[in-house]
């Protein structure tokens, strides 16, 4: 069997999600399609909508065959520890290739562009620390020095100024890094840009704006025109048993007490947390009532939203860097669900996998797994809906989603 | 002026703390009552009913004049630290007595009491030890010692074995260890015992079973006949305001999900948690939906309750030993508030007092004061009222009472 991989959030399942599954299926000729997912914290450093499950059942039913955890030291790193991990993974699977979404859509100017700066690393390098001298912020001096370098070259390079592109970038680098037998494919992405707000006449709308119209408007309806009708259900079965979304929002009440209870000298030590910004991350909670408050008084150019909210997740969920040694790789393979074919995919392939699959989390004792398994918790306690019964250790009692 | 000292918690204050005031001014014959109140987490390891600045109006309007906060470290500390703190700023105070309920009621069984225990220091250790070793826990060690010391002399000692007993023993070693000026002073207690509930036919009721009561029926009129009606209007005031009373019940959701994102290593290394409880309070956290709960899962004949929560008080708050030198002594007079009677003293004394006197906390450094200031920071957002329009910060915003 063919195996094609896919990284994903599916923060929800939308018809991008669905076009991106599709069109991997066809253009690799792939039998299944296994998704790398995040957990409950993603990479923009947010709080999933709905949990991990859920959205496992969103990609189960609109064509992805297995799902596997990306453990949350992944998930919620910067691109590149976060593309290593995914890949690492994919390769751990035996898929053939993997397939993502970019702006650009060929992958020869990916590859092309990944050997010009593995040759010329050190001039590349210097050419950015040039550009930051000159005071320009680090995405901005890696534009200028990455222009500089392709320029007078005959070939066409890929845009890495596009957010799409640049997270292909590194799945690439993290591929041909770890000389990975998985092989580059790349689809072009449609309408919808990453921030663009929900747009009634397109039946395409990214992720970002579907969050927000659901939170704006409260009613799920007006997403039926955004994504399969399998996942909507799914939203409006998890409305009716919890009653609220997962968002920053919801969970301030926890993160601003995990702010304050924290000494200066704790915050600082979280993944992220440098140069200071630990001072205004506690007066800011000290004085503010809302996450958007907090986050008007946080804000500055030094530091992205996401640069940010990174720092808050691993805040709220106690995760320090320190813990583990440096660049962990992946240990395990935590399915999280499967189609039948999936399952079939799994007993042919099982015994050449390259890590351990973990299917029931309390047989295996393993430090990012551990990690896991608390940020799965602290999620479902900052839900704090009364209607969650057993809000906490459900790593512990959920088997995969068989479909 | 003449001034006593009386230690009190006063949550809430009731008529038993009415008879204690009015009894000390007149044994003394005072001129002013000085209380030092715990602030808004207690000895018995709680968050109070009301913050301190509700309790300090009840106390002022019934007989204290003036409030100064005991800080975090002492009013949750055992009996020793917790009575060494008071007694450090009762005499920094210039208070000339300091009188305190007991069993006992008088005064000398106390004072022969410490004599002997303090001349027979090494062999009344070592009883101790042997009756452990025979298997008795430290109280009973600790009383079977104490009988075989004082068993053979013709003079009648304190009975050790009654809780005020205890808490007036160790202000009486405090006092005479620091070799302090101010004068030991016990009147009798009457009527309710330490944990007796309320009994409609009484009108002396403990603060224990005055909490059960308004928590069970909700309605605070049935207090009536067990506070003056001054503490009753204050109780009325706050929930109207605040519309919750502070319990670890209330407090669950956050100290839940400060305990589940600690690590074990971390837990282990707040004040008072020891031998490996840090694990059984994890595991309970993860298993118990309410605070009820998780007690019934953690309390062994180990520890005590008193014990346990105090350990919960701790890592609520995330305080810890480590960060102060041991035995630390108190820094400041931190006036909470006082009537006019309460002010005259203080300018007639002012110069002489022998610890500075805090009544602008924002202009104070000090790191005891830090630490109550996040402890009622942590307090006001335990009680998640949508109500409170300022519930961090008060240390800062609130000047002392003045009646």
């Known amino acids: ?13 939308h018809n991008g999600h669905f076009y991106h599954i599709k069109e991997s299926r066809k253009k690799t000729a792939a039998d299944i399609i296994i998704a790398v997912m995040s957990g409950n914290f993603l990479q923009r450093g947010e709080p999933a909508l709905v949990d991990k499950w859920c959205r496992t059942e969103m990609a189960l039913k609109a064509g992805v065959d297995i799902v596997i955890e990306l453990p949350y030291v992944f ?7 976060f593309a290593r991990g995914a890949i690492t993974l994919l390769e751990a699977m035996e898929c053939d290739a993997f397939c993502f979404g970019s702006e650009e859509g060929t992958i020869e100017p990916f590859t092309r562009s990944y050997e010009v700066l593995t040759t010329q690393q050190e001039a590349y390098q210097n050419s950015i620390k040039q550009y930051m001298n000159l005071g320009l912020s ?16 005959n070939f066409s390079f890929v845009d890495l100024s596009k957010p799409n592109n640049i997270l292909g970038y590194h799945y690439i680098e ?6 990975a037998r998985i092989q580059p494919v790349t689809i072009q992405r449609i309408v919808a840009n990453y921030h663009d707000d929900v747009d009634q006449n397109q039946s395409i709308a990214s992720a970002t704006g579907i969050r927000k119209a659901l939170f704006e408007e409260g009613s799920l309806e007006a ?32 993160l601003r007490h995990t702010i304050i209870r924290s000494s200066i000298q704790d915050l600082a030590s979280f993944a992220e947390v440098t140069e200071g910004i630990e001072h205004l991350i506690y007066e800011a909670a000290k004085e503010s009532e809302t996450f958007e408050e907090f986050m ?28 583990l040694k440096e660049h962990p790789k ?7 669900g499967m189609t039948q074919n999936g399952q079939k995919y799994l007993s042919e392939k099982k015994k050449n996998l390259s890590l351990p699959l973990v299917s029931r989390v309390a047989a295996t004792k393993d430090s990012l797994l551990e990690i896991d398994i608390r940020a799965s918790d602290l999620y479902q306690l900052g839900l ?20």
Request: aromatic fraction near 14%; charge should be positive; proline fraction near 6%.
């Open 1 to 13: 069997m063919k195996a094609t991989g896919v990284v994903v959030e599916h923060n929800p399942f």
């Open 75 to 81: 998930a919620t790193a910067q691109a590149s520890d």
């Open 138 to 153: 680090y995405p901005k001096a890696l534009n200028e020095a990455y222009a500089d370098i392709t320029k007078d070259l």
């Open 174 to 179: 993290a591929a041909f890094h770890m000389k």
């Open 223 to 254: 997403l039926e025109k955004f994504m399969p009708q399998t996942s909507l259900d799914q939203l409006l079965k998890w409305k009716d048993s919890v009653s609220v979304f997962g968002s920053w929002q919801q969970f301030w009440p926890l």
């Open 296 to 323: 008007i008084r946080v804000k500055s150019k030094r530091y992205t939203w996401t640069r940010i909210q990174r720092m808050l997740t691993h805040i709220y969920t106690g995760f320090k860097w320190e813990t």
């Open 330 to 336: 992946p240990t395990y393979l935590r399915v999280l």
């Open 384 to 403: 704090q809906s009364s209607k969650i019964n057993t809000p906490v250790g459900m790593d512990y009692r959920k088997p995969p989603i068989i479909l």
